[in-house]
Structure formats: C-alpha cells, structure tokens
C-alpha cells in the first residue's frame, strides 16, 4: 500500500512538473509575441514619424519656391516695359556668354556677341501682346484642346472600297 501511495505521488509530481513547464512556455512565448508586438508598433511609428517629416519638408520646399516665384511675378509685374526689355536682354546675353563657355568653339572663331543695338527689339505693341497673352496664360491654365488629327481621322470614317468589297464579299458575289 505504500508502494501505491508512493507511485501515485509521483504520478502527481511528474504531471505537476510537466504542467508547470508547459505554463511557463506559455507565458514565455506569449511574452516573446507581446514583445515582438511592441517592436513591430514602434518601427511602424517611426517609419510613419520619418515619412511624415520628409513630407513636411517636401511641402515646404515647395511652399518656398511657390513664395520665390510669386515674389518674382510681382517684381516683374511692377516694373515698366524699358526696365522688362532690359532685364531680358540682360538674361539673353547671360545667358549666351554661359553658352560660350561651355562651347570651345568661342576659342577658334572670332566674338559671336551682338551688341545691344543690333538685336532685333520687338515694338511696344508685340510686348504688349506677349504680356497680355502670359497674363491670360497665368489666369487660364492648360485645358485640353482638340487634336486636329483626332478631327482628320474622324473625317475619313469611311471605309475604302477594298474593305467594302473585300475578297469574301466579291466571292459572295460571284
């Protein structure tokens, strides 16, 4: 009898130790999930902090250069037609003496400058209509026009006779 008591004391020890294990897997895998969670939730929050921060900075690089132009438009709107035509000629020839520099050619061949009198200024009129026009531009943006092509195939919808009277339709007919 005490052989039996004995061995149904172990029996209950052995299933007592083996249930302990088993919880203590338990809860160590379900630490090691509730951890992993939580690594997982902050690289997501960070990866969401560091997304947000590149657009801010995007936007406001942006916002910049909206406020450069504005600033620039209104410069330029202030100004008269001989200070316009000034700046613009100033610019052109900036702008041909970069080219110069990038050319080699400028060393062999004698100076392609122009002087000021010699370029071919538009008349107060066609500066007049330039500006009206970038005006109307500004104020109207791009809106989709009808492609002359788009009209001409639209025109000849008509089949040809080959594909009317095709080779099926002319041995129909005979």
Known sequence: MLMLQNASKR???VAAAYKYHEDKEKRDSEERA???AAQ????????????????????SVKQ??????????DEWQSL????????????VKDASIKDEFNDPSHIITTSNHATESQILKPSAEERTKKF?????NLANPLKP??????????????????????PRK???NH
């Open 11 to 13: 029996r209950e020890l």
């Open 34 to 36: 509730n951890t992993k």
């Open 40 to 59: 997982n939730k902050m690289a997501l929050r960070t990866a969401m902090d560091l997304d947000q921060a590149e657009k801010d900075r995007i936007e």
């Open 64 to 73: 910049a250069e909206r406020d450069k132009v504005s600033k620039e438009m």
């Open 80 to 91: 008269d037609d001989d200070e316009k035509e000034e700046r613009y000629l100033k610019s």
């Open 132 to 136: 009206e026009k970038i005006k109307h």
């Open 145 to 166: 026009q009808n492609d002359e092509k788009k009209l001409a195939v639209k025109k000849t919808d008509k089949k040809s006779v080959w594909q009317e009277n095709g």
């Open 170 to 172: 002319q041995q129909e």
